[in-house]
């Protein structure tokens, strides 16, 4: 497939365009990813995630099951092996809800 050059030319302005925002970002997602290592409670098991911003809380260390949700999480064993015990938390949302999830929750559950 073959692009003009003014094609290139946009393509170019639109990544350009985007560079501050992804740094932006990646930033966020970093301070977020740190905060809940920070913040969750030691019975819970976090590794910090590397590229993503999603989180794996292990939650088979407390029992988790029998535990009143505050936050909505995903099973981890529906994303396949290795998910047993674990949750899937996505923390790719806005500040505010972050800490409003970790100031509000001490436990969390599917």
Same mark, same amino acid.
């Given at each position: 497939?073959?692009? &003009?050059?003014?094609? $290139?030319?946009?393509?170019?302005?639109?990544?350009?365009?985007?560079?501050?925002?992804?740094? +932006?970002?990646?930033?966020?997602?970093?301070?977020?990813?740190? +905060? $809940?290592?920070?913040?969750?409670?030691?019975? *819970?098991?976090?590794?910090?995630?590397?590229?993503?911003? $999603?989180?794996?809380?292990?939650?088979?260390?407390?029992?988790?099951?029998?535990?009143?949700?505050?936050? +909505?999480? &995903?099973?981890?064993? +529906?994303?396949?092996?290795?998910?047993?015990?674990?949750?899937?938390?996505?923390?790719? *949302? &806005?500040?505010?809800?972050?800490?409003? *999830?970790?100031?509000?929750? &001490?436990?969390?559950?599917?």
């Amino acid at each position: 497939m073959r692009f &003009s050059a003014g094609a $290139l030319l946009e393509v170019e302005a639109t990544v350009s365009a985007w560079r501050p925002w992804l740094a +932006l970002t990646v930033q966020e997602f970093d301070a977020y990813r740190r +905060l $809940l290592a920070e913040r969750l409670p030691e019975t *819970i098991g976090y590794r910090l995630p590397e590229a993503t911003c $999603l989180a794996w809380p292990d939650l088979g260390r407390q029992g988790a099951a029998e535990q009143e949700a505050r936050v +909505l999480v &995903s099973d981890g064993e +529906l994303f396949g092996q290795g998910g047993e015990n674990h949750v899937r938390l996505d923390f790719g *949302i &806005s500040a505010p809800t972050v800490a409003e *999830i970790l100031d509000g929750n &001490s436990r969390l559950t599917c």
